[in-house]
């Protein structure tokens, strides 16, 4: 008899202390009438199962009761599904939902604390005890049930149950005894130190009735993946935060990282992995299967000011503008084009970021559709910016005649190629032809720039086009062979002949005989 009481009294004793370490998580567990229970893990935000709340608009009728239990009035809020949702579709068992609700009334109660790193993972085992915090409902619930009656004799005061774990099965459900009175679902489950473990549920389904939780860890990982993570406040460190989510070589969790933090080194090594790997083909595809360009643009918008961050994201982006055009549609279809010239803007000083923010401008401005009034007003003036500060790099020099060809070529507004001319586009691409006549490539993006402006016929009797008469001959000349920049080259003597000026310099110059050269090249392309 001595032995059971002092036994029943040391339970009582344990039971009281973890009663005192999960104290200050009791306000924060609700009941949502006539359903169960949630509490909240971030401000304004609720977690619980999903036969709890199983879609907006059936959350959108809900209300949530805090403080029952307590010294305090109950408090009632509205839910707000259409703020915030999300809920768990696959795999199965995870079951679990988080919705939006008012915060007007209940600023004051302090969120429980969600695991996010592996840190606060709190181990479960089979034999431990848990205290699990629940709000009655019908044993006759069921988890389809489309009503459930809040008018039924059971008693939904909240209850605090101390629960034996019987079971931890290979998908972290942890099992509990069935309880005969009483179904629950959307309960908080708790270990003896107050950390969060658990989500527990019992409600009659199609294998009959059973006790449960789903483990938090699992949770949290599902969280992790559809990049919910930035839903809650988090004092993680980086180092946490990466030793727990990071995996060697794995774009996708890099990816995610990305989507689910805002830890500056977090990011910055995360990107930097991104960049690293983004010269394999099989890891670009992967990071445009799984939404790249977005979360890669979103990141650089955001850290604008991160050298590192900018730097990596470019060489990533540039990369995925090779190959189909698809890719190139959505780095612009997200913003691409206006954040890419922001950077070139900010690090003018970074001759690597200058050039790859003119080989990606050169690249998505090979579609007609991305020449656009912002690529023409602010990349116009941002290329020719590069080639000036960087006189000797054939690589800005090549790209930024490339960018400009690209928009005189897909642009039918004359404002456009106004604006390369008056910014001194057609002097740099003379300059090129005369500086670098021996440079194939630069001087074939020389000759269909021109080739690209005088096609605008307004232009083609331009003061600022006499000069590049003789250097385009000359050019011509040195690279007979080369019947692309013969076919345009011819084209670009062709228009510049509108000018009477321009015919007596190209008569003069044997411009004659080399439009008798390159007319080969042109039939070619007639198909005569």
Same mark, same amino acid.
């Given at each position: 008899s001595y032995s059971f009481c002092t036994l029943l009294a040391r339970n009582h004793s344990r039971m009281k202390d973890v009663i005192a370490e999960n104290r200050g998580n009791i306000p924060a567990i609700c009941r949502i009438p006539g359903r169960g229970s949630a509490f909240l893990v971030a401000p304004g935000l609720l977690l619980t199962g999903l036969d709890v709340v199983r879609s907006k608009p059936e959350?959108?009728?809900?209300?949530?009761?805090?403080?029952?239990?307590?010294?305090?009035?109950?408090?009632?809020?509205?839910?707000?599904?259409?703020?915030?949702?999300?809920?768990?579709?696959?795999?199965?068992?995870?079951?679990?939902?988080?919705?939006?609700?008012?915060?007007?009334?209940?600023?004051?109660?302090?969120?429980?604390?969600?695991?996010?790193?592996?840190?606060?993972?709190a181990t479960v085992e089979?034999?431990?005890?848990?205290l699990i915090v629940q709000h009655p409902l019908s044993i006759t619930t069921t988890a389809d049930t489309d009503t459930i009656d809040e008018h039924s004799n059971v008693d939904h005061s909240e209850v605090k149950r101390f629960e034996e774990i019987l079971s931890v099965s290979e998908t972290s459900l942890l099992g509990f005894k069935t309880n005969s009175n009483y179904n629950s679902a959307g309960c908080p489950v708790f270990n003896s130190k107050g950390v969060l473990v658990g989500l527990q549920s019992q409600l009659n389904g199609p294998n009959g009735i059973s006790s449960h939780a789903v483990c938090i860890k699992e949770i949290v990982k599902h969280l992790f993946a559809n990049g919910k993570m930035s839903f809650f406040e988090t004092t993680c460190s980086s180092q946490e935060i990466w030793s727990t989510w990071h995996q060697e070589g794995d774009i996708i969790r890099s990816l995610r990282i990305m989507q689910n933090f805002q830890h500056t080194e977090v990011i910055q090594k995360a990107m930097s992995e991104l960049c690293r790997y983004s010269g394999n083909e099989t890891k670009?595809?992967?990071?445009?299967?799984?939404?790249?360009?977005?979360?890669?643009?979103?990141?650089?918008?955001?850290?604008?000011?991160?050298?590192?961050?900018?730097?990596?994201?470019?060489?990533?982006?540039?990369?995925?503008?090779?190959?189909?055009?698809?890719?190139?549609?959505?780095?612009?279809a997200n913003g691409g084009i206006p954040i890419i010239i922001q950077g070139m803007e900010n690090f003018c000083k970074n001759e690597e970021v200058v050039e790859y923010g003119c080989v990606l401008l050169y690249n998505l401005s090979s579609l007609p559709e991305h020449v656009t009034s912002h690529l023409c007003e602010k990349g116009i003036p941002a290329v020719l910016k590069a080639m000036q500060l960087y006189p000797a790099s054939e690589v800005i020099i090549k790209f930024t005649l490339g960018v400009l060809m690209n928009v005189a070529k897909n642009t039918k507004d004359d404002e456009h190629v106004k604006t390369i001319v008056q910014l001194g586009g057609v002097e740099r691409a003379c300059g090129a032809l005369t500086q670098?006549?021996?440079?194939?490539?630069?001087?074939?993006?020389?000759?269909?720039? @021109?080739? !690209?402006? *005088?096609?605008?016929?307004d232009? #083609? +009797?331009?003061?600022? @086009?006499? !000069?590049? *008469?003789?250097?385009?001959?000359? #050019? +011509?000349?040195?690279?007979?062979?080369?019947?692309?920049?013969?076919k345009h080259g011819n084209q670009a003597l062709w228009y510049l002949g509108l000018d009477p000026t321009n015919r007596v310099v190209i008569v003069r110059n044997s411009g004659l005989e080399v439009l008798d050269s390159t007319i080969d090249a042109v039939a070619q392309t007639l198909g005569t």
């Amino acid at each position: 008899s001595y032995s059971f009481c002092t036994l029943l009294a040391r339970n009582h004793s344990r039971m009281k202390d973890v009663i005192a370490e999960n104290r200050g998580n009791i306000p924060a567990i609700c009941r949502i009438p006539g359903r169960g229970s949630a509490f909240l893990v971030a401000p304004g935000l609720l977690l619980t199962g999903l036969d709890v709340v199983r879609s907006k608009p059936e959350a959108a009728k809900m209300k949530a009761v805090f403080h029952e239990s307590g010294k305090q009035a109950p408090v009632v809020v509205d839910l707000k599904p259409f703020s915030t949702f999300f809920c768990s579709a696959y795999p199965e068992h995870l079951s679990y939902a988080l919705v939006a609700c008012d915060m007007k009334k209940i600023h004051q109660v302090t969120p429980v604390k969600l695991p996010i790193v592996s840190s606060d993972w709190a181990t479960v085992e089979e034999g431990d005890v848990c205290l699990i915090v629940q709000h009655p409902l019908s044993i006759t619930t069921t988890a389809d049930t489309d009503t459930i009656d809040e008018h039924s004799n059971v008693d939904h005061s909240e209850v605090k149950r101390f629960e034996e774990i019987l079971s931890v099965s290979e998908t972290s459900l942890l099992g509990f005894k069935t309880n005969s009175n009483y179904n629950s679902a959307g309960c908080p489950v708790f270990n003896s130190k107050g950390v969060l473990v658990g989500l527990q549920s019992q409600l009659n389904g199609p294998n009959g009735i059973s006790s449960h939780a789903v483990c938090i860890k699992e949770i949290v990982k599902h969280l992790f993946a559809n990049g919910k993570m930035s839903f809650f406040e988090t004092t993680c460190s980086s180092q946490e935060i990466w030793s727990t989510w990071h995996q060697e070589g794995d774009i996708i969790r890099s990816l995610r990282i990305m989507q689910n933090f805002q830890h500056t080194e977090v990011i910055q090594k995360a990107m930097s992995e991104l960049c690293r790997y983004s010269g394999n083909e099989t890891k670009l595809q992967q990071i445009m299967d799984n939404n790249g360009p977005k979360i890669i643009l979103e990141n650089f918008c955001r850290f604008r000011i991160d050298e590192g961050v900018v730097s990596s994201a470019l060489r990533t982006l540039w990369n995925l503008s090779f190959g189909d055009d698809s890719r190139r549609k959505e780095i612009v279809a997200n913003g691409g084009i206006p954040i890419i010239i922001q950077g070139m803007e900010n690090f003018c000083k970074n001759e690597e970021v200058v050039e790859y923010g003119c080989v990606l401008l050169y690249n998505l401005s090979s579609l007609p559709e991305h020449v656009t009034s912002h690529l023409c007003e602010k990349g116009i003036p941002a290329v020719l910016k590069a080639m000036q500060l960087y006189p000797a790099s054939e690589v800005i020099i090549k790209f930024t005649l490339g960018v400009l060809m690209n928009v005189a070529k897909n642009t039918k507004d004359d404002e456009h190629v106004k604006t390369i001319v008056q910014l001194g586009g057609v002097e740099r691409a003379c300059g090129a032809l005369t500086q670098c006549s021996h440079n194939e490539y630069l001087v074939e993006n020389s000759v269909l720039l @021109l080739s !690209a402006v *005088v096609a605008h016929k307004d232009f #083609a +009797l331009h003061p600022a @086009l006499r !000069a590049c *008469v003789i250097p385009l001959i000359r #050019a +011509l000349k040195i690279h007979h062979s080369n019947k692309t920049m013969a076919k345009h080259g011819n084209q670009a003597l062709w228009y510049l002949g509108l000018d009477p000026t321009n015919r007596v310099v190209i008569v003069r110059n044997s411009g004659l005989e080399v439009l008798d050269s390159t007319i080969d090249a042109v039939a070619q392309t007639l198909g005569t």
